[in-house]
């Protein structure tokens, strides 16, 4: 099998073509949950909490001199950050609840009853052979 051969199979493979929608489709959310956060959420809490910005949020370390920036911890950046991460996680949480919701449903939709067992066929037969003898 020449080696472009191998390489569309690896990469038609089902497991590989789902990983890669799954990060581009992943790419795409996390960069609307970046706006939802920066954008919708964080001004209105940093209203409620005595007008604070949050991504402007940061501790000096050591001033700028001589033409050398700042260097600053940037910990307004590392809240956006975790209120991020914790949208994410709760969005996909949700999802994962919806899905195991509608397996839940499959499971228990009703399938064909169960074949008869051994027991309950020979006392049909006994009750057949029952009626018939009348």
Do not use: C, H, W
């Not at 449903?105 to 074949?115: F, I, V």
Request: glycine residues 8%; hydrophobic residues 50%; charged residues 20%.
């Amino acid at each position: 099998m020449s080696m472009i051969q191998e390489f569309k199979t690896f990469a038609m493979r089902g497991n590989v073509v789902d990983m890669a929608v799954g990060i581009v489709i992943g790419a795409a959310f996390g960069k609307i949950v970046s706006s939802l956060v920066g954008d919708v959420i964080m001004p209105p809490l940093g209203i409620m909490l005595s007008q604070v910005d949050f991504s402007q949020l940061a501790l000096t370390l050591r001033g700028a001199s001589d033409g050398a920036a700042a260097v600053e911890l940037r910990y307004g950046a590392f809240i956006q950050s975790i209120v991020d991460f914790v949208i994410v996680a709760f969005a996909i949480f949700m999802v994962v609840k919806g899905i195991n919701r509608m397996k839940k449903k499959e499971a228990e939709k009703p399938s064909a009853p169960p074949a008869p067992s051994k027991e309950e066929t020979l006392l049909g037969e006994i009750r057949d052979l029952l009626k018939a003898g009348r």
